[in-house]
């Protein structure tokens, strides 16, 4: 079992910039790939960002790219999205979630493929 808290969402202004943070416990942080997803009301949950075990590779989805910098912390068991240029259609709940690092498949891989999730944290962006 992996437990996944995130943090850091709250409301801001449209152009403002947030900083989420997910600390896990319970396994070996660095053997997990981590990723960001979100899920805005009556929307499906939509990948947003993730990083490899190692921080090596990253991958965004394109209305991240540009605006949101997704990094790790493995000493920490932490893991960062760092937001900026933030539009009102960013307003969601961002969750984070974990894949073991030897699970097959493409990387960054749907949302079932993850195999434990936070319990998320609201972000809002007025406009």
């Known amino acids: 079992q992996v437990q996944l808290v995130e943090s850091g969402g709250e409301l801001v202004q449209a152009g403002g910039s947030l900083r989420l943070s997910c600390a896990a416990s319970?396994?070996?942080?660095?053997?997990?790939?981590l990723g960001w997803f979100r899920q805005a009301p009556g929307k499906e949950r939509d990948f947003v960002a993730a990083i490899s075990w190692s921080g090596g590779e990253t991958y965004y989805a394109d209305s991240a790219k540009g605006r949101f910098t997704i990094s790790r912390d493995n000493a920490k068991n932490t893991m960062y999205l760092q937001m900026t240029s933030l539009k009102p259609e960013d307003t969601a709940v961002y969750y984070c979630a974990v894949r073991s690092r030897w699970s097959p498949g493409t990387r960054p891989g749907p949302p079932s493929v993850y195999a434990y999730w936070g319990q998320g944290t609201q972000v809002t962006v007025s406009s």
């Open positions: 319970g396994r070996t942080f660095s053997n997990y790939d």
